[in-house]
T-cell receptor, first 112, second 113 residues
């Protein structure tokens, strides 16, 4: 099983460029999440999708958009990248609220 | 609003010492779920344990134990006889029934030989 797969693993962008981070899971997760992890800040929730067809803002949604394309895929888009968005991005999924999240390996994004 | 506080930013112990990582949470929901995750230096996030808000039974798993106290909104994690391989960042997390998830800022544990 692939689990939760994020692409790309690394990316360097220039300020103002746009980019979509992809996340796909084969674990039958109903809920999917996007987090960013900055040094010493833990994981901060950007957006989540509690079920297919729904998306909700998390703690730090500004500058991002998401699409729950189908049950398997949940993408994160940066329309106009800014240096403050330099971070490690994690996608996660879970079957139900009372179950733990399974995380992808992360995408290390640098914006110059 | 919900919040998870891990007051200990960094802890350093010598191998074989016991260590407790603190977690305090805030939520208005009556049903919620608490989790501990481990992030070793390699960067992946590994699930350790889950607790439901209506289950205050403490749990022991090998060298790991967890103390959930609803009265003080705390979900603390103890490692007994720590080992170098326990060195990692440990995160406490809260999830509501609606699926919204909040993580603490993490505690970096260093176990020295």
């Amino acid at each position: 099983n692939a689990g939760v797969t994020q692409t790309p693993k690394f990316q360097v962008l220039k300020t103002g460029q746009s980019m979509t981070l992809q996340c796909a899971q084969d674990m039958n997760h109903n809920s999917m999440y996007w987090y960013r992890q900055d040094p010493g800040m833990g994981l901060r929730l950007i957006y989540y999708s509690a079920s297919e067809g729904t998306t909700d803002k998390g703690e730090v949604p500004n500058g991002y958009n998401v699409s729950r394309l189908n049950k398997r895929e949940f993408s994160l888009r940066l329309e106009s990248a800014a240096p403050s968005q330099t971070s490690v991005y994690f996608c996660a999924g879970t079957v139900n609220s009372n179950q733990p999240q399974h995380f992808g390996d992360g995408t290390r994004l640098s914006i110059l | 609003a919900q919040k998870v506080t891990q007051a200990q930013t960094e802890i350093s112990v010598v191998e074989k010492e016991d260590v407790t990582l603190d977690c305090v949470y805030e939520t208005r929901d009556t049903t919620y779920y608490l989790f501990w995750y481990k992030q070793p230096p390699s960067g992946e996030l590994v699930f350790l344990i889950r607790r439901n808000s209506f289950d205050e039974q403490n749990e022991i798993s090998g060298r790991y134990s967890w103390n959930f106290q609803k009265s003080t909104s705390s979900f603390n994690f103890t490692i007994t006889a720590s080992q170098v391989v326990d060195s990692a960042v440990y995160f406490c997390a809260l999830k509501t029934n609606a699926g919204k998830s909040t993580f603490g800022d993490g505690t970096t544990l260093t176990v020295k030989p």
